[in-house]
């Protein structure tokens, strides 16, 4: 049996490093949340090579004697908290005394600092853990840190770092994100010489947003602010009807420190519920001021997350603000319109089979509308899918259709295209205005209509980026522009190749700034820019590029026909056949995007069953 040993300082120094480094962000979070606490109004980031190279946080904080910024470079020394019982109020952003001795313990660290009450600062040089000397420095008060060659003593992790690109935007994201939280200091954010951003104090929060997260955002954000119990709530949330695809944009802070809780963001969801069309998530920068010792900020070795000791009674303190400042909201937009009910545009009702294309002034006009991607050609066949039950029908795991016969075999069709769409069903009328009713040779179908568009809209836009040689688009006179964050950009930027396959056409104009300059025709050009962001959104969280372009374009297509593309259900008589027919074309009818059927029927048997008390 091996022998037990106690870990050197050095070894056990690097072995934390682990736990709270784990890529060049998370120096540049402790360092920047250390400025925070020392008192800053001004931090200024500088890093180099996606933050491998060099990383540099200057701020003009309180600062350290001599003295104490030695000791700082021992684990477990802070300032912070100094018994056990501390820990139920903190109240500062770093408490736990290991990341300054951990960062010195992996890289070329130098640290620059000066007090107030001293004339002269004084520098300190650390190499892999290593003291290489301690000297006076001339400097104005506040602190310098300075990481050059994070990880180069421990080869390993370096291994597993990303790109510099992708390195560099997790870095941009979370100083923005500290930027937005607290708008009462001035960040400069620096990459490779060149100023990201720069933002001066801010006494609104909307004005802070919009500078530094998203200029057109602001527009699409409302304050909110509520006190009750000693808690206090305020910040920004998103109009009713302004919503993401993923969470992401659902930015939530509690105390001051950016965090991640389940708690704040199932109220946001939950409180939206009637506001957002389902699979939608608000947009929201919200705050949250409470008593230290009802939260802990100790659950988490990088202080990500939170736990509070009353969740339920945050929950409700949340649900009510947002719910009475949204009610307020549309109580507001409808006394300008002069409605008692919201009223939501959508795009005008015709089937798809003859769906035209989208006329707008941003359209070139030089080009002729384009054609419908997948036309229906008229095939002859014995074989109808629509004369069959659905519950004879069933589909293998290739995809390939097989049909019930008798004595319980099955006659597989290769290909869909085998089976006839003209179907033997007489219209008999509509219900509701949204599902039509036929007669069959088998006895009732009732058909969704919307659900049977979306199936025929969400295979047209699959086989769109199937098409060989570039696919029929509307070029935009003006083109759309789009500024996104650096993780979702970062992210995007790998996959517009296979995005531009259908139709779409969006460039890159810049750091984190694209421009739209075309859209296929089952796009609405008012939808575009909504539409790309759902998708940057979608990408960045199912990582920078998907296994296979198949899964991309599956994503793509129901994103854009279960979210975006929005048709009424009502149908004219005479456009009903053509719906039937490209329906029955496609390669799975059965069932909606979502997995809903599109219709079903109810044979003969099965009414007389009903009418005769047998079922």
């Known amino acids: 049996m091996p022998i037990i040993r106690i870990l050197s300082d050095h070894v056990a120094n690097q072995i934390a490093a682990g736990e709270v480094i784990e890529r060049p962000v998370a120096v540049v979070k402790e360092l920047l949340e250390n400025s925070l606490d020392a008192g800053s109004r001004r931090i200024e980031i500088e890093f180099r090579n996606g933050g491998k190279s060099y990383i540099r946080v200057e701020d003009d904080g309180c600062g350290m004697s001599p003295d104490d910024a030695l000791l700082s ?15 139920m109020k903190v109240t500062s952003f770093g408490f ?50 300075e990481v050059a060659n994070l990880f180069n003593s421990v080869p390993v992790r370096r291994k597993f770092m990303k790109t510099e690109n992708t390195e560099a935007a997790h870095i941009i994201y979370l100083v923005r994100l500290y930027a937005v939280g607290h708008p009462e200091v001035a960040f400069t954010l620096i990459e490779n010489g060149r100023l990201i951003f720069k933002s001066l104090i801010s006494r609104k929060l909307i004005d802070r947003v919009s500078g530094v997260w998203n200029q057109k955002l602001g527009k699409e954000l409302v304050e909110v602010e509520a006190e009750e119990g000693g808690m206090r709530l305020f910040g920004l949330i998103g109009k009713p009807g302004v919503g993401r695809a993923t969470r992401q944009e659902i930015i939530t802070f509690v105390n001051g420190r950016p965090v991640e809780s389940k708690t704040l963001s199932y109220a946001l969801i939950e409180s939206y519920h009637t506001y957002l069309p389902k699979g939608r998530y608000p947009v929201v920068f919200l705050f949250l001021e409470i008593d230290p010792e009802f939260v802990d900020v100790n659950v988490h070795p990088a202080k990500r997350e939170v736990r ?42 015709v089937p798809v089979a003859i769906l035209p294309s989208i006329a707008s002034h941003q359209i070139a006009p030089s080009l002729p509308p384009a054609p419908s991607l997948v036309s229906a050609p008229l095939l002859r066949s014995k074989v109808s899918i629509a004369d069959i039950p659905v519950s004879r029908v069933k589909y293998n795991n290739d995809g390939k259709m097989s049909v019930a016969l008798e004595k319980g075999e099955f006659k597989v069709f290769k290909e869909p295209m085998e089976m006839v769409a003209a179907p ?26 919307q659900r049977a568009r979306q199936r025929i809209l969400y295979e047209r ?8 040689g570039p696919c029929l688009s509307q070029p935009l006179l003006l083109p759309i522009p789009i500024s996104l964050d650096s993780l979702t950009s970062a992210a995007f930027e790998g996959c517009l ?24 025709s089952w796009l609405d050009v008012a939808l575009a820019e909504s539409f790309i962001r759902d998708v940057a959104a979608l990408v960045r969280e199912q990582g920078v590029v998907p296994r296979t372009e198949d899964l991309l374009h599956e994503k793509i297509a129901s994103l854009a026909v279960t979210q975006t593309i929005r048709l009424d259900n009502s149908l004219m008589d005479e456009h009903v056949e053509e719906l039937v027919k490209e329906l029955m074309f496609c390669d799975n009818p059965l069932i909606c995007p979502r997995g809903l059927p599109t219709y079903f029927e109810l044979s003969l048997s099965d009414l007389q069953k009903r009418f005769s008390g047998l079922l």
């Not at 303190?317 to 959508?346: D, H, S």
């Not at 836009?461 to 060989?468: D, L, P, T, Y």
């Not at 296979?498 to 296929?520: C, H, Q, S, T």
Request: hydrophobic residues 40%.
């Open 73 to 87: 470079l021992e684990r477990h020394a802070t300032s912070k908290i100094q018994k056990a019982s501390d820990l």
């Open 96 to 145: 736990r005394g290991e990341a300054v001795p951990s960062i010195a313990s992996v890289s070329r660290f130098t640290l620059r600092t000066r007090s107030r009450e001293r004339d002269c600062g004084c520098e300190i040089l650390v190499n892999g853990g290593t003291l290489i000397h301690r000297k006076d420095y001339g400097m104005s008060a506040g602190t310098q840190i």
């Open 308 to 349: 509070f000791r009353n969740d339920a009674l945050i929950r409700q303190f949340v649900i009510t603000t947002v719910l009475k400042c949204l009610k307020q909201l549309n109580q507001e937009t409808f006394q300008k319109v002069g409605v008692r009910e919201q009223v939501i545009p959508e795009i005008a009702s």
């Open 424 to 449: 033997s069903w007489r219209l008999i009328g509509a219900l509701m205005g949204s599902y039509g009713l036929f007669e069959s040779s088998v006895g009732l179908v009732i058909m969704n209509y």
């Open 461 to 468: 836009i699959q086989k769109s980026f199937k098409v060989e």
């Open 497 to 520: 190749d296979i995005l531009n396959k259908g139709g779409l056409n969006v460039v890159l104009f810049g750091r984190n700034f694209y421009r739209i300059e075309a859209i296929p």
